[in-house]
């Protein structure tokens, strides 16, 4: 089944990398999200080498090299994104290795050889949270960073139609959609097809991150300030960040 899920996902990012070119990229971290602007987890990453796993189109490196970083790598399951990240890349003067490949999988990245891994939207497309986790921390040296966003479990638990993919507020009132508790695969209609991941729980993310040899820093939950304050936009997803988190962000340490 995971294999059947990754290569359907993979198909799903070679057939619309177009249209999410430049999307939730460094300083971004999510949607209606504080930014790296104002959590500073990268610090100085003058000279460091950087890791992005689901680099995407490559936005999030070119950011980091534009900061100094000195060796740029990226892996993604999708050919086309990779495209799109080596274009980008060497059009802004950045020199990178991109390798094509499931974060899932065994590739050709060295091991305890990273300052920084890092993940923006990426890391809950695994099917093998744990596995991917351990990969991670072999990757990276001792006391190296690694940093993660993505959606909060509560914002695919509440408020949203998974038959039309729409957020659903009764008047201004959020309605569960989903049990927080179920950590089974969720299909998400998104343009002409279906892409599939599991909903896991904070605890899930936090138990797997110890497993694998990582402390946590600090895990941030907070919508952005922009979007807590503008009360006269009430689309149904300004509502929705403004009573529950839409994304989630993790800075763990490597300890052994």
């Given at each position: 089944?995971e ?6 996902n ?5 057939d619309?990398a177009?249209?999410?070119?430049g999307?939730?990229?460094l300083p ?8 790296e602007?104002?959590l ?16 995407g ?5 070119r ?25 980008l890349?060497a059009?802004?003067?950045?020199n990178?290795?991109l390798i094509?490949?499931p974060m ?10 990273f ?10 497309w ?5 596995g991917?986790?351990?990969?991670i ?6 006391d ?10 509560l914002h695919?638990c ?8 729409e ?11 989903r ?5 089974s695969?969720?299909?998400?209609p ?7 991941f ?19 820093e ?12 503008d009360?006269e936009d009430?689309s ?14 993790f800075k763990?340490r490597?300890l052994?």
């Amino acid at each position: 089944m995971e294999e059947q899920i990754i290569a359907k996902n993979k198909q799903y990012w070679d057939d619309h990398a177009d249209l999410w070119f430049g999307t939730t990229a460094l300083p971004q971290y999510g949607v209606r999200f504080v930014t790296e602007d104002d959590l500073h987890f990268f610090d100085d990453v003058e000279g460091k080498k950087v890791l992005e796993l689901c680099c995407g189109s490559g936005h999030s490196l070119r950011y980091l090299a534009q900061r100094g970083a000195g060796e740029l790598w990226g892996l993604d399951l999708s050919r086309k994104q990779l495209d799109n990240a080596e274009n980008l890349l060497a059009e802004s003067g950045c020199n990178s290795r991109l390798i094509c490949a499931p974060m899932e999988a065994e590739s050709d990245i060295p091991k305890e050889y990273f300052d920084y891994v890092f993940s923006i939207y990426g890391i809950g497309w695994t099917t093998d949270l744990e596995g991917t986790l351990k990969r991670i921390a072999s990757y990276l040296k001792k006391d190296g960073i690694f940093i993660f966003s993505w959606g909060h479990p509560l914002h695919y638990c509440v408020g949203k139609s998974y038959e039309t993919g729409e957020d659903v507020v009764d008047n201004g009132a959020l309605v569960f959609s989903r049990s927080y508790f179920d950590e089974s695969y969720l299909k998400m209609p998104v343009h002409d097809t279906t892409v599939t991941f599991a909903n896991r729980k904070i605890s899930t993310y936090v138990n797997a991150l110890y497993e694998a040899g990582f402390i946590i820093e600090k895990m941030v939950e907070q919508t952005d300030d922009q979007s807590l304050s503008d009360t006269e936009d009430n689309s149904a997803k300004a509502q929705k960040a403004r009573m529950v988190p839409l994304s989630m962000c993790f800075k763990c340490r490597k300890l052994w």
